[in-house]
């Protein structure tokens, strides 16, 4: 089992940047898949990115490509989500999942993680 918690949100101004971080529980962390997602008010959580074990491979949501990048350190249990460039549409609740199936389709669904994080703030203000 492992425990996530996210922070780094916070407000900032539309063309800015924010990087998040999700510090994992445990020794496990590099036995794990690791995933952003993320919900805006009346929405539903969608994804943002995730990164494999060792992160030499990593995949985002079309929409998202060239301003997000996801990141991990296996050395202190923590997986980053690197944003810029952000606009009013990337407000939202970031969190992070951890799965512990094989880096395979699938990873762009919620059933895919087994554990989550409490979530982080993201707000851009236009």
């Known amino acids: 089992q492992v425990q996530l918690v996210e922070s780094g949100g916070g407000l900032v101004q539309a063309g800015g940047s924010l990087r998040l971080s999700c510090a994992a529980s445990?020794?496990?962390?590099?036995?794990?898949?690791m995933g952003w997602f993320r919900q805006a008010p009346g929405k539903e959580r969608e994804f943002v990115a995730a990164i494999n074990r060792s992160g030499s491979s990593t995949n985002y949501a079309d929409s998202l490509k060239g301003r997000f990048t996801i990141s991990r350190d296996n050395a202190k249990s923590t997986l980053y989500l690197q944003m810029n460039t952000l606009k009013p549409e990337d407000t939202a609740v970031y969190y992070c999942?951890?799965?512990?199936?094989?880096?395979?389709?699938?990873?762009?669904?919620?059933?895919?993680?087994?554990?989550w994080g409490q979530g982080t703030q993201v707000t851009v203000s236009s």
């Open positions: 445990g020794h496990t962390f590099g036995t794990y898949v």
């Open positions: 999942g951890a799965s512990p199936k094989l880096y395979r389709s699938g990873y762009d669904s919620r059933n895919y993680y087994h554990y």
